[in-house]
Nanobody
């Protein structure tokens, strides 16, 4: 069992930055791939970024490449999402997720169904 708690959300102006954190409980954190998803009002939850268990590979949605960076610290059981050059369209509830993602296909890391454990989410609002 893994419990995930996000923090770091808030209100920021367009062009600004935020750093989200996701703290995980449990000794098996380092065995899980981790990801961030987001859900805007009236929209489906969508993939943002993912990182393999050892941090060796990262994957991003096209809409965030070059602006958002995912990283992890297995010694602290924490995954991060550094968000720069934020846009109003980045406004959403951001949730972290953990799962054992099999295979080498990057596509698997973008699927909600690849992740078993989910946090409650943290609100990010970007004003124009």
């Amino acid at each position: 069992q893994v419990q995930l708690v996000e923090s770091g959300g808030g209100l920021v102006q367009a062009g600004g930055s935020l750093r989200l954190s996701c703290a995980a409980s449990g000794r098996t954190f380092s065995t899980y791939a981790m990801a961030w998803f987001r859900q805007a009002p009236g929209k489906e939850r969508e993939f943002v970024a993912a990182i393999t268990w050892n941090g060796g590979s990262t994957y991003y949605a096209d809409s965030v490449k070059g602006r958002l960076t995912i990283s992890r610290d297995n010694s602290e059981n924490t995954v991060f999402l550094q968000m720069n050059s934020l846009k109003p369209e980045d406004t959403a509830v951001y949730s972290c997720a953990a799962g054992v993602v099999g295979g080498t296909s990057p596509y698997r890391f973008t699927l909600k169904t690849s992740y078993v454990y989910w946090g409650q989410g943290t609100q990010v609002t970007v004003s124009s």
